[in-house]
């Protein structure tokens, strides 16, 4: 048997100029080696079932509820979210889609926004969940504190969270429309009225009133497979 011998150099205002210290073999060695990896496989094992448990509870439609500062010892003074769809749709093919969007402005003097769309691409590394940013081109990433039930909490900067709920809904199948209108009203800064009439004949309908001089209406047809789409997410508002 191999034995390792360890010698440890001392001070010279120490009477013996070294010492010895308990021989270590080299099974022993081994073993320490051998528990060490298991340990450390062990580890990774549970992140492992961590992430893909967060993978599967992920899965679903999620609506924007509140956001907390946990610095702030009441956050009923936190102006409410703002009218507009927030929350994602998160696909088992590691897509998503942000409900608000994906927007950028290209030209020079940035006074035309383009819409990039909303369907993107998701992963989840650890507790780590990242967004593909489409305007920013680069992911965005929320720490998933919890998935407890119906309720998503995800942490977006050091002590601000982002609550969400899982989006349920009631739709009776049997149920058609045989048209679609949408009317938006002005506002004091540069938001158009806006008509829109979409037909089960896949015909679309758009008046838009930007000022009191410009007036236009045009004429399109949707692709056939967009109809669907558009009575899905009818249904999901009514």
């Known amino acids: 048997m191999k034995v390792l011998e360890c010698i440890i150099y001392l001070p010279e205002n120490i009477k013996s100029s070294y010492t010895r210290i308990s021989p270590i073999t080299g099974k022993q060695m081994k073993m320490k080696s051998i528990k060490i990896i298991l340990a450390i496989l062990v580890l990774l094992s549970c992140e492992t079932k961590k992430?893909?448990?967060?993978?599967?509870?992920?899965i679903g439609e999620w609506t924007f509820?509140?956001?907390v500062d946990a610095r702030l010892s009441n956050n009923d003074n936190l102006p409410p979210p703002l009218p507009i769809p927030l929350g994602f749709i998160f696909f088992p093919n590691n897509t998503c889609e942000n409900k608000f969007g994906f927007y950028?402005?290209?030209?020079?003097?940035?006074?035309?926004i383009y819409y990039l769309g909303n369907r993107t691409r998701y992963k989840i590394d650890g507790n780590?969940?990242?967004i593909f940013d489409l305007s920013g081109?680069?992911?965005?990433?929320?720490?998933?504190?919890?998935?407890?039930?119906?309720?998503?909490?995800?942490?977006v900067r050091?002590?601000?969270?982002?609550?969400?709920?899982?989006?349920?809904?009631?739709?009776?199948?049997?149920?058609?429309?045989?048209?679609?209108?949408?009317?938006?009203?002005?506002?004091?800064?540069?938001?158009?009225?806006?008509?829109?009439?979409?037909?089960?004949?896949?015909?679309?309908?758009?008046?838009?009133?930007?000022t009191l001089q410009y007036k236009e209406c045009f004429i399109l047809?949707?692709?056939?497979?967009?109809?669907p789409i558009l009575k899905k997410i009818l249904k999901r508002l009514t």
Not at 51 to 58: A, M
Not at 104 to 112: C, G
Not at 200 to 206: A, G, L, Q, R, V
């Open 221 to 227: 047809r949707l692709q056939r497979r967009t109809i």
């Open 104 to 112: 950028k402005k290209f030209d020079h003097d940035r006074t035309k």
């Open 137 to 155: 081109n680069k992911w965005y990433i929320q720490k998933i504190v919890s998935i407890i039930e119906d309720t998503l909490t995800v942490q």
């Open 128 to 130: 780590k969940l990242k």
């Open 51 to 58: 992430s893909g448990k967060l993978r599967k509870d992920i």
């Open 158 to 210: 050091d002590s601000v969270f982002s609550k969400f709920v899982r989006a349920k809904y009631k739709i009776d199948p049997n149920e058609n429309y045989d048209k679609i209108i949408v009317s938006t009203s002005g506002c004091m800064g540069p938001c158009p009225q806006l008509d829109i009439s979409i037909e089960k004949t896949e015909m679309c309908y758009f008046w838009v009133n930007l």
């Open 65 to 67: 509820v509140k956001e």
